[in-house]
C-alpha cells in the first residue's frame, strides 16, 4: 500500500506527449517538402490540360491549410488523414501516377486536336463539293428548263384532247346505247313477208279484243279505233275499210290472243263489205309491235 503523503509525478506523460507532437512536426515538413517538389516539377509541365489545372488548385489548397497549421495549433482535417498514413515512397508513387496520367492525357489531347483538324480539312472539301454540286444543279436546271416547260405544254394539250375523246367516247356511247335500243324496238316490230307476186297493197288490221288499228302497209298512216263497244268499233273499221279498192287493195287480218275468239265474226263482216273481198289472216305474239 502507497504512501498517501507521496506526490504524482506528471513528468513521464508530458515526455511521451512532447515526443508524439515532434514527431508529427517532423512527419508534416516531409509531406511539405515533398508537395513544394512535386508543385515545382509540375509547374514545370505544360499546362494545357484541365486535370492539370485542377491539381494545381488542390496542391494550393493543401499549401493553404499547412500553413494554417504551422501558424495555429488546430485540429487537422479529416482529408489529411489519408495522406498522412502514406509513406513517402508511396506518395512518390503517385506523384509518378499523375505524371504519366498527364502525359497521357496530353496524348490524348494532340491526337483529339489532329483529328479535329483533319475533320475540319474534309468539312471544308465538303462544303466546296456541295458548292460546285449546287452549281451544276442550277446549270442543269436552266438546260432542263425548256424541255420541262414543253413537255409541260404537250401535257395540257394532251389533257384537252384526252377530254376531248372522252367526250366523243360518251357520245359515241350514247350512240350506242340508242342503236342498241332502236335494234331492241325493231326486234319487237313484227316482220311481214309475202309468198309468191303481190298484185294487191294489203292493209294491215291489228285486232286487239274490242279495238282495232289499221293502216296500209308501209304507210305512215295509222287509224285507231278504239272509242266504243266491240260492235262500234268493228263498224267504224269497215266503214273505214269501205274506202279501199279491193281489186287494189286486200285486208291482213293480224289477231292478238284476246281477238282469236271473235275472228269469225270479224271476217264475217268484212267478207260483208263486198264480192270477192281476199282476206289475209295471222295471230301474233302479245310482245310483238305491229305499227
Known amino acids: 500500500m502507497k504512501d498517501p503523503g507521496t506526490p504524482i509525478s506528471l513528468f513521464s506523460f508530458q515526455a511521451i506527449i512532447t515526443s508524439l507532437t515532434g514527431i508529427m512536426i517532423f512527419v508534416i515538413l516531409v509531406i511539405s517538402f515533398q508537395m513544394i517538389e ?72 494532340r491526337d483529339l486536336q489532329k483529328l479535329l483538324e483533319n475533320a475540319q480539312d474534309r468539312l471544308k472539301a465538303s462544303q466546296a463539293r456541295l458548292e460546285e454540286l449546287e452549281q451544276e444543279i442550277v446549270q442543269l436546271g436552266k438546260v432542263l428548263d425548256e424541255p420541262v416547260r414543253k413537255c409541260q405544254d404537250e401535257e395540257a394539250e394532251l389533257e384537252k384532247k384526252l377530254a376531248k375523246l372522252m367526250k366523243e367516247i360518251e357520245m359515241l356511247k350514247e350512240e350506242e346505247r340508242n342503236l342498241v335500243n332502236a335494234i331492241a324496238e325493231k326486234r319487237k316490230k313484227l316482220h311481214f ?64 290472243e284476246a281477238a282469236i275468239r271473235r275472228s269469225h265474226e270479224i271476217e264475217e263482216k268484212i267478207h260483208s263489205l263486198g264480192n270477192g273481198i281476199r282476206i289475209g289472216r295471222d295471230p301474233i305474239p302479245k310482245d310483238a309491235h305491229v305499227f
Open 193 to 256: 313477208a309475202f309468198v309468191g307476186e303481190r298484185t294487191h297493197t294489203p292493209i294491215l288490221v291489228e285486232c286487239k279484243g274490242d279495238s282495232f288499228r289499221a293502216g296500209v302497209y308501209l304507210s305512215s298512216d295509222i287509224r285507231d279505233f278504239h272509242g266504243g263497244s266491240f260492235g262500234g268499233n268493228l263498224d267504224d273499221l269497215c266503214k273505214w275499210l269501205k274506202g279501199f279498192d279491193f281489186s287494189r287493195y286486200y285486208p291482213v287480218l293480224l289477231y292478238r
Open 38 to 109: 512535386t508543385v515545382q516539377q509540375a509547374s514545370q509541365a505544360p499546362k494545357t490540360s484541365p486535370e492539370y489545372e485542377a491539381l494545381n488548385r488542390r496542391l494550393a489548397e493543401l499549401q493553404a491549410k499547412l500553413q494554417q497549421l504551422n501558424q495555429q495549433d488546430a485540429p487537422i482535417p479529416d482529408e489529411w488523414l489519408e495522406i498522412l498514413e502514406l509513406s513517402p515512397t508511396e506518395i512518390i508513387a503517385m506523384k509518378e501516377q499523375e505524371r504519366d496520367r498527364l502525359a497521357f492525357l496530353q496524348r490524348k489531347e
